[in-house]
């Protein structure tokens, strides 16, 4: 299969009519036909629904022509970075990840796309989901690893990962004995909350979890950093409930166990402008969900660590 069939097949696709088609790629329709038969031939199914007085793509064409896109998408990004190095040029991609993120898979792919992507110099800014939100609206950021719900339509958000909350909370607490924390032994416990304004969904989901499981949340302390939060726990403040990533590098000072209940996923999405064709931006993108997948693949949901989720937004 050569990359000049999937751009006969997509033209056809998008006109459906051979003789437009074959107009738009300055060649006589005949040989298209040709072409469109011998890929028909090779994919082994029939792209086309020719039987009818209109060309129609088959349920097996929309499929191909999804892929046939995004692959011609992808050798005209290629084509793009290979030109942009010859001429000496630096991509640049601004990033911005939300309270918690830089605790989570992260560093590991911004170290990692670096070492892929010498000629993209990654710039990080740390931006609640609010301040976010703001940044690319005034184009100061390409993209934002954040926590949803996201309100604006301007923006693609696209759910990549979730996680459990597990219960941190300090050396030689009561606790400790527990296998698996059930929710209501937390109910007498002063916690450590990392604000709202930092954090909203965050805050929301921790608020309405104690809620749910039938106490109102105690909060001793309310932090404006997640590493905060962890050094508050770790000096004996309180407890708190942090995604479970925040916890996987031990401290010494610091215990956690996970919730002998259901309890809700806390999600990671990626964030970008919808008009935004930057190629080195949706290299990026290509990369993060990668990434994503290859830590389900080592931790998988039922261990209680990452698993992907669906879209959104």
Known sequence: MELRHLRYFVAVAQELHFGRAALRLRMAQPPLSQQILKLEAEVGVALFDRSKRRVELTKAGSVFF????????????????????????????????????????????????????????????????P???????????????????????????ETILAEPLVVAFPEGHRLESFTRVPPDTLADEPQILLSREQAPAYHDLVVAFCRDVGFTLRVRHEAEHPQQVLSLVAAGMGIALVP??????????????????????????VAWRRSDASPVLHTFLDFVRNRARVTQRRRPARDGRWRVTGSAG
Request: net charge neutral; aromatic share 6%.
């Open 131 to 157: 301040n976010q939100i703001l940044a690319f609206r005034a184009g100061q950021i390409q993209v934002g690893f954040l926590y949803p719900p996201v309100h604006d339509r301007n923006l693609a958000v």
């Open 244 to 269: 479970s990533s925040a916890v996987t590098v031990e401290r010494r000072e610091l215990r956690h166990r996970p919730l002998d209940h259901a309890g809700p996923q806390f999600e990671l999405a």
């Open 66 to 129: 999804d892929e046939a896109k995004a692959i011609l998408l992808h050798v005209e990004r290629a084509a793009e970075a290979a030109q942009r190095s010859q001429r000496g040029q630096v991509d640049r991609l601004v990033v911005s990840f939300a309270p918690w993120v830089d605790l989570t898979i992260l560093p590991r792919i911004i170290r990692t796309f670096g070492e892929r992507h010498p000629d993209v110099d990654v710039q990080l800014r740390e931006l609640n989901v």
